[in-house]
């Protein structure tokens, strides 16, 4: 079984999102029996709390459920744990790879610049302090790279 950790900073926007949204289409593409997906924040603000609720509400208007996610952080174990470990920006990846050693640097990805460049952006935009419009924005940049990322999961015969 393939293992991925999706994480951003306080695991309340996007990667409960990217959890969320790849986990369903894994259900849809009959892999949910070869891949273990989870979350975390590289901080600890929100530890224990469901995802924001704009998210939520977001996700829902594209058919994807998040209310069974809680905010975690991301912990040592964690590393060993998932073979993917994929930050939704650069800051968080930054964050991974300072948490760690180098030892585990072939297992941490950036989201969309590693599993979708034709989108010619590198990071999911964090939507919470901006409009409504940065929710819809996150959904579907991440629902390109979800994609991406069962095509290189199946590409590299790792699934």
């Known amino acids: 079984m393939v293992s991925v950790l999706f994480v951003c900073l306080g ?16 259900i849809a593409a009959g892999l949910e029996d070869k891949i273990h997906i989870d979350s975390a924040g590289t901080s600890a603000y929100h530890v224990g709390e469901e995802p ?16 069974s996610i809680r905010s975690r952080k991301v912990t040592s ?11 939704m920006d650069q800051s968080n990846l930054n964050n991974l ?13 950036l989201f969309l610049a590693d599993f979708a460049p034709q989108l010619k952006i590198s990071e999911v935009p ?23 990322l069962i095509e290189h999961l199946q590409s590299k015969g790792m699934i």
């Open 11 to 26: 695991n309340i926007c996007r990667s409960p999102t990217a959890e969320g949204i790849f986990r369903q289409k894994v």
């Open 97 to 109: 790879k300072s948490f760690n050693s180098n030892s585990y640097s072939h297992k941490l990805k």
């Open 77 to 87: 174990d964690d590393y060993d744990k998932f073979n993917l470990l994929i930050a």
């Open 52 to 67: 924001d609720l704009r998210s939520q509400a977001e996700a829902k208007r594209y058919g994807y459920d998040l209310s």
């Open 126 to 148: 964090d939507p919470y302090y901006g409009g409504a419009q940065g929710f819809t924005q996150v959904v579907k940049l991440i629902e390109q790279a979800s994609d991406g």
